[in-house]
């Protein structure tokens, strides 16, 4: 709040999101991380834009479309209900480019997929939990998980997001 980014030759005043008054916005592009975008994305929309969320909050809501333009274009008429449009994660997008065409000739009835992601896809906080326990290691220390249930360094786990009903993550 209150810093500058630069952005092409100007400085931009960072505002406070809490107190913005989204009248007057057309779109929003959000992709602040599911607990952020929960809040302030319905907002956005309600004053009347647009809103685009990268977050996992909106993938699985009925009433909010889930687009890649790509693949199901006509899909963005249905954001009316809500003014949100959700788009999946990117290993998905990939994916479904790349199978749409498949499917067209052959009907492809079910895909199985593992995807390996980032820490970075987490946040600030599993970031600096990598780079804690990464360095730790180095010094002969015990990770001590505190974003992810088990160490994260030198790990692969089974956890993209939050753990639905199904065992499944977002």
């Known amino acids: 709040l209150g810093k500058e980014v630069s952005f092409g030759d100007s400085n931009i005043k960072v505002q ?12 929003v592009l959000s992709s602040p991380g599911a607990k952020v975008s929960a809040e302030y994305s319905p907002k956005a929309a309600k004053a009347g834009a647009v809103v685009i969320d990268n977050t996992s909050y909106f993938r699985m809501d009925p009433d909010i479309p889930l687009i890649v333009p790509e693949v199901n274009p006509e899909a963005i008429k249905d954001h009316t209900k809500r003014n949100i449009i959700a788009n999946p994660n990117c290993s998905t997008i990939q994916m479904v480019v790349a199978l749409k065409p498949i499917h067209e000739e052959a009907k492809i009835k079910r895909v199985v997929v593992s995807t390996y992601q980032s820490v970075s896809g987490s946040g600030k906080a599993a970031m600096d939990e990598l780079f804690n326990q990464t360095k730790g290691i180095y010094m002969n220390q015990t990770p001590q998980p505190s974003v992810y249930p088990k160490q994260i360094a030198f790990n692969a786990i089974p956890q993209i997001d939050t753990f639905m009903e199904d065992g499944m993550t977002k």
């Open 16 to 27: 406070d999101m809490a107190k913005f008054d989204f009248k007057g916005v057309d779109i």
